[in-house]
């Protein structure tokens, strides 16, 4: 009977999910026992599409997160069944209502009559006896309360008074016990409820930031998430007050939320003197219970309402940033900026194996800016560096300006230099895993190695760091962690995934999130790998402690060997399906390794010809999209902003400044984009484009470059506020600069000869001075 009831439910369930992901249930079926077969989503989507007849990875991981939900939901309504059984009050009615509840908060008003509570009012007010006088005013509207009341006394019960307050006890609670009504409440509050905030006297000063919502009131239905997730930020930081309000602006002598209880009950306003006392009830009902009750309900929807928005938007930001461009496998010099500590240098090979590091002071108090020019020359020409990667924070500008002082007699080919995002740098610094990968290393130089690194490729460094420490999302403090971090964990893998991992390079943090895999797997990779050596094969894998061949199936197609002894190992057409693969091969007439890359041989075949019994068009199409670029990473080319030279901070902006700059977090009401002031400027949503905007995301997003114009700027409140719009005019460039509009997109150069070292200008003078100390 329990298995019958675990079906049933899972075909509601997913009935349901299905109709919310625009699939039909029989796809929704067929991922769910994937998902409990212990199938990962980025296999699910790219290997098993008959299957599920094609649900992509988005569709997938929404479906895995209601999934979450409905079980959880059905879990409580086998408990609420349960609980009313054992109270004997269970019956065929209201155990179809339960059934058909389909939220928790529905589930819940249902259980409220029968949930166990502490002794209320009402169950004292029915062990006095008062009882049948509530039922009594409430059934028959002919009677006079004051009068039938003295019916009642009782030692417990000394006078009139006293027996009608236990029986409006017992009608509040029967009133705010109904499940239909309260429903129905609820959603009347939800259409016209308003939310107002006001400051809290005397902390307009301390709570200037919340200064927007100091007087502020708008349509509960319609307040977005961040403007919620500021003033409820607000509130707990005990500046701001909230309250619902719920037909404030109604001057009738029935308020509407009143006359949904009486009619309830069929209540007159106008009635007898038991309809006015009911009316009183109803009344005190509404102030005393429900509009507080419902009040709490619609405070915590908006919480949950905005914190799914603005999990929303950190998932979608930290993809973007985890997929942004690699610059590649360059020898990189990561420069963390400092004044007072001094800048930490690392200069790092294509793989990102450390080659040399120290510490410079070209700033306050040491002022050793000739020394600091030197050594760098010196890094730059005995590595051959051909990126420098700049962290953006304290010290970024005058940093950057210094590398380029120094770069700018610097023969040719020169260094890239570029400004990266050290978000999360510091806490990868001090964390475990930069002490086991560099376990010789000061803390302050590992900083500086995964500024350099992260250049290179941002995904291999990034998925080191906690994904809530990367900076990207809008109050991410202030939203639920356990379901924030579900949802970012399930971003990094579905991005390592996309891009696929070298299996002889990774490092174990990348690996880890392989479909399939984990820490303790990746762990027995790297540790085959040191004892054996590099792997030949991808069946090699089998050969790892602990890794069988439901592991292997689930992660072996996001794993990539090159120069291996099967050219489709460097693929992502998985081993299951290495028998079609070499069919089409065998179609061309041609070796694989020779097929590769050779479009116009593959595009002359019909996919269906390959499809069998176990691979459908889907499948083939896949493989044949494979062998055409066989290992491609669908991350973009790379680019990167030129910031404007003399705009160094904020008080170096004016209105109508023409600049670029580089998208760094995307929010639901527009982007902010570092145009190097060490403060981000936000282009609203209005101003993203010169047309209607709904969603930022249509337009920008995170690491994108983009131009864009000063409107504003508010040194006080250090906010700046941009346009990318083309309708407001011409403005021009700042003075002393290359308009901006002519300025090329700088991309990376190809390697070039081998670098000498030049004999003349601030970079040779420099380069000598360093020499002659060495």
């Known amino acids: 009977?329990?298995?019958?009831?675990?079906?049933?439910?899972?075909?509601?369930?997913?009935?349901?999910?299905?109709?919310?992901?625009?699939?039909?249930?029989?796809?929704?079926?067929?991922?769910?026992?994937?998902?409990?077969?212990?199938?990962?989503?980025?296999?699910?989507?790219?290997?098993?599409?008959?299957?599920?007849?094609?649900?992509?990875?988005?569709?997938?991981?929404?479906?895995?997160?209601?999934?979450?939900?409905?079980?959880?939901?059905?879990?409580?309504?086998?408990?609420?069944?349960?609980?009313?059984?054992?109270?004997?009050?269970?019956?065929?009615?209201?155990?179809?209502?339960?059934?058909?509840?389909?939220?928790k908060a529905e589930l819940e008003d249902i259980y409220l009559p029968y949930k166990p509570k502490r002794r209320t009012k009402a169950e004292i007010a029915r062990e006095r006896g008062l009882g049948p006088l509530a039922e009594t005013i409430l059934s028959d509207r002919r009677t006079i309360p004051s009068g039938l009341a003295t019916e009642f006394l009782s030692e417990d019960v000394p006078d009139v008074k006293a027996a009608l307050d236990g029986a409006r006890d017992i009608l509040v609670e029967t009133f705010s016990e109904n499940a239909d009504l309260v429903g129905r409440l609820r959603n009347h509050m939800k259409d016209r409820a308003i939310l107002r905030a006001k400051v809290i006297d005397g902390k307009q000063e301390p709570g200037a930031k919340f200064a927007d919502y100091f007087n502020h009131f708008e349509r509960w239905a319609a307040v977005p998430g961040h403007r919620a997730l500021a003033m409820l930020r607000g509130r707990n930081e005990d500046v701001l007050s909230l309250e619902i309000e719920v037909d404030a602006d109604d001057s009738s002598a029935v308020k509407p939320v009143e006359r949904m209880i009486a009619e309830t009950y069929a209540i007159r306003a106008n009635?007898?003197?038991?309809?006015?006392?009911?009316?009183?009830?109803?009344?005190?009902?509404?102030?005393?219970?429900?509009?507080?009750?419902?009040?709490?309900?619609?405070?915590?929807?908006?919480?949950e309402r905005a914190e799914e928005e603005a999990i929303h938007v950190f998932a979608r930001n930290l993809k973007d940033l985890l997929l942004a461009a690699p610059a590649g496998s360059r020898t990189t010099m990561?420069?963390?900026?400092?004044?007072?500590?001094?800048?930490?240098?690392?200069?790092?090979?294509?793989?990102?194996?450390?080659l040399d590091t120290t510490t410079v002071y070209p700033f306050p108090p040491r002022n050793d800016v000739r020394g600091t020019q030197g050594e760098l020359a010196r890094l730059l020409i005995k590595h051959k560096v051909e990126l420098i990667a700049i962290g953006n924070g304290t010290g970024s500008r005058e940093t950057e300006r210094l590398v380029a002082d120094m770069l700018a007699d610097m023969p040719a080919p020169k260094p890239l230099k570029v400004i990266v995002s050290e978000a999360g740098a510091s806490v990868y610094s001090a964390s475990a895993t930069a002490a086991a990968e560099f376990p010789g290393l000061d803390v302050s130089l590992r900083g500086a190695v995964s500024i350099g690194r992260r250049l290179q490729d941002p995904l291999a460094e990034l998925v080191k760091i906690e994904p809530k420490s990367i900076g990207v999302g809008q109050y991410q403090h202030d939203v639920d962690q356990f379901r924030l971090a579900r949802?970012?964990?399930?971003?990094?893998?579905?991005?390592?995934?996309?891009?696929?991992?070298?299996?002889?390079?990774?490092?174990?943090?990348?690996?880890?999130?392989?479909?399939?895999?984990?820490?303790?797997?990746a762990e027995a990779i790297i540790a085959y790998r040191d004892d054996v050596g590099p792997f030949r094969t991808r069946r090699d894998l089998l050969k790892v402690a602990r890794l069988g061949p439901r592991a292997f199936e689930q992660c072996a197609g996001f794993l990539r060997i090159t120069d291996g002894t099967e050219p489709l190992d460097a693929s992502a057409v998985h081993p299951e399906?290495?028998?079609?693969?070499?069919?089409?091969?065998?179609?061309?007439?041609?070796?694989?390794?020779?097929?590769?890359?050779?479009?116009?041989?593959?595009?002359?075949?019909?996919?269906?010809?390959?499809?069998?019994?176990?691979?459908?068009?889907?499948?083939?199409?896949?493989?044949?999209?494979?062998?055409?670029?066989?290992?491609?990473?669908?991350?973009?080319?790379?680019?990167?902003?030129?910031?404007?030279?003399?705009?160094?901070?904020?008080?170096?902006?004016?209105?109508?400044?023409?600049?670029?700059?580089?998208?760094?977090?995307?929010?639901?009401?527009?982007?902010?984009?570092?145009?190097?002031?060490?403060?981000?400027?936000?282009?609203?949503?209005?101003?993203?484009?010169?047309?209607?905007?709904?969603?930022?995301?249509?337009?920008?997003?995170a690491g994108d470059v983009v131009k864009v114009r000063v409107v504003d700027v508010d040194p006080k409140r250090n906010r700046i506020s941009l346009t990318m719009r083309k309708d407001g005019g011409t403005a021009q460039p700042p003075r002393g600069s290359r308009p901006v509009d002519d300025a090329p997109r700088t991309r990376v150069p190809a390697p070039g000869p081998k670098q000498q070292p030049a004999s003349q200008g601030a970079f040779g003078a420099a380069l000598a001075d360093a020499l002659r100390k060495k």
């Open 334 to 354: 990561g420069l963390d900026p400092g004044i007072r500590t001094g800048v930490k240098v690392a200069v790092i090979d294509g793989t990102g194996k450390v």
């Open 487 to 521: 949802s970012l964990e399930g971003v990094v893998e579905d991005a390592v995934n996309a891009v696929g991992v070298d299996l002889n390079t990774a490092s174990a943090s990348l690996l880890a999130r392989i479909s399939g895999l984990g820490t303790s797997l």
């Open 1 to 103: 009977m329990e298995y019958l009831v675990t079906i049933a439910n899972t075909v509601r369930i997913a009935r349901l999910i299905a109709a919310e992901i625009n699939a039909r249930p029989e796809q929704a079926s067929a991922a769910i026992e994937l998902l409990d077969g212990g199938a990962t989503v980025p296999f699910i989507a790219r290997y098993r599409k008959e299957v599920t007849g094609g649900l992509d990875d988005t569709q997938l991981r929404n479906l895995d997160e209601r999934l979450v939900y409905l079980r959880e939901l059905e879990a409580r309504r086998d408990t609420i069944i349960e609980s009313i059984r054992v109270q004997s009050k269970l019956t065929d009615e209201l155990e179809n209502k339960i059934a058909s509840a389909v939220t």
């Open 577 to 701: 399906a290495y028998g079609v693969a070499k069919k089409i091969v065998s179609a061309c007439g041609r070796d694989v390794r020779s097929l590769m890359n050779d479009s116009s041989a593959l595009k002359a075949l019909d996919p269906r010809v390959f499809v069998d019994d176990r691979f459908g068009l889907p499948t083939v199409r896949d493989i044949i999209a494979e062998l055409e670029k066989p290992g491609r990473d669908p991350r973009p080319e790379f680019k990167t902003a030129s910031f404007t030279d003399g705009i160094d901070s904020i008080k170096d902006l004016r209105p109508g400044m023409l600049l670029e700059g580089t998208v760094t977090n995307v929010a639901a009401f527009g982007a902010f984009v570092d145009i190097g002031v060490h403060q981000d400027g936000l282009v609203h949503l209005s101003q993203l484009a010169d047309r209607f905007v709904k969603d930022a995301h249509e337009v920008v997003k």
């Open 271 to 303: 009635g007898g003197a038991a309809d006015s006392w009911l009316m009183e009830v109803v009344r005190w009902t509404w102030r005393i219970r429900l509009s507080l009750n419902l009040s709490v309900d619609l405070m915590t929807a908006l919480r």
